[in-house]
C-alpha cells in the first residue's frame, strides 16, 4: 500500500438492481466518501468514481462512473478504498488523524522503548494499538487516555503505560 493513502471504505456488495453498491464507510460520515468522488485502491490506482449516493446506517448506496450492472457492482465486493492523506485538512493542535499514529515510536514516560505502532484496530470494543517490540510478539494496546496519555505527533512518540501496570 502506498504509505500516503488512507482506508476510508470497503465495497459490501451491490445494492438493488440498478448497479448501485454498498460501502461499509471508515469515516464519521459516511457522505465524505461522495466529496472525495475517487477512491483508490491500494496500489494508488483509481477504484471508484462515485457519481452520487445516500447514507444508510453506516454506510454509503453509491453509484459509480464503472459499475452499470448489479453484477459489476458485486464483483466488487471486498475492495478496499483509500483516499491520498493529502486531500485531508491539518489537524488541529492537539488533534491528529488515527492513520498517523502507525510508526510512531511507543516509550514509557520515562523514556523507555516499547515499540513501535504497527496498526490501529477497532474490534468494536474501542481503538486498539499493536504495538511491535523491537523483537518477539506484538501486543494490544487499549487506545485511552489511562494506558496512551499522550501522544506527540510532532516528536514522532506515543506515550504509554506499560501493559502490565494498568492491570
Do not use: H
Not at 485531508?88 to 510512531?104: R, S
Request: net charge negative; hydrophobic share 45%; aromatic share 6%.
Amino acid at each position: 500500500m502506498a504509505s500516503n493513502l488512507l482506508l476510508v471504505g470497503r465495497v459490501a456488495g451491490a445494492f438493488g438492481v440498478k448497479g448501485e453498491v454498498r460501502i461499509s464507510a471508515y469515516t464519521e460520515d459516511p457522505m465524505a466518501l461522495v466529496t472525495y468522488r475517487v477512491l483508490l485502491r491500494e496500489d494508488g490506482r483509481p477504484g471508484l468514481t462515485l457519481t452520487g449516493g445516500r447514507a444508510a446506517k453506516g454506510a454509503l448506496i453509491a453509484r459509480a462512473g464503472e459499475i452499470e450492472t448489479r453484477e459489476q457492482a458485486e464483483a466488487l465486493r471486498g475492495l478496499k478504498l483509500y483516499i491520498p492523506r493529502e486531500i485531508l485538512p491539518e489537524p488541529e493542535d492537539d488533534e491528529f488523524y488515527v492513520a498517523d499514529l502507525v510508526g510512531l515510536s511507543v516509550v514509557t514516560s520515562a523514556g523507555e522503548a516499547l515499540g513501535e505502532v504497527k496498526s490501529v484496530q477497532d474490534f468494536g470494543a474501542g481503538d486498539l494499538l499493536e504495538v511491535q517490540p523491537k523483537s518477539g510478539a506484538s501486543f494490544w494496546l487499549p487506545f485511552t487516555r489511562e494506558a496512551v496519555p499522550e501522544v506527540r505527533i510532532a516528536d514522532g512518540l506515543v506515550v504509554a503505560v506499560r501493559p502490565e501496570e494498568t492491570e
